[in-house]
């Protein structure tokens, strides 16, 4: 990393940087990689061998592990 930051420690040995830029998106200015603004109660997406599951702060949303296809992945629904 070439940029100029100051730097702390946490008592768990996790850095804390300071004065490092967001670098700009790839999915472009309010457009997420998941489509939470399209959805309604009651919709739902599927992400295909996902590790993590997808959430947002902006809506209510449950998700289970499931198979579709064969392929294992997380559906999560807006509530």
Same mark, same amino acid.
């Given at each position: 990393?070439?940029?100029?930051? #100051?730097?702390?420690?946490? +008592?768990? #040995? &996790? @850095?804390?940087?300071?004065? !490092? @830029?967001?670098?700009?998106?790839?999915?472009? !200015?309010?457009?997420?990689?998941?489509? *939470?603004?399209?959805? +309604? $109660?009651?919709? #739902? /997406? /599927? !992400?295909?061998?996902?590790k993590?599951? $997808?959430?947002?702060?902006? /809506?209510?949303?449950?998700?289970?592990?499931?198979?579709?296809?064969?392929? +294992?992945? &997380?559906?999560? *629904?807006? !509530?």
């Open positions: 990393m070439s940029c100029m930051y #100051s730097e702390r420690r946490t +008592k768990m #040995s &996790i @850095k804390i940087d300071s004065n !490092v @830029k967001i670098p700009s998106s790839s999915y472009g !200015v309010g457009i997420g990689k998941y489509p *939470w603004h399209n959805m +309604k $109660p009651g919709d #739902s /997406f /599927f !992400v295909p061998e996902a993590t599951r $997808p959430a947002t702060p902006l /809506f209510k949303t449950k998700s289970r592990v499931c198979v579709e296809n064969n392929v +294992k992945g &997380i559906r999560v *629904w807006k !509530v």
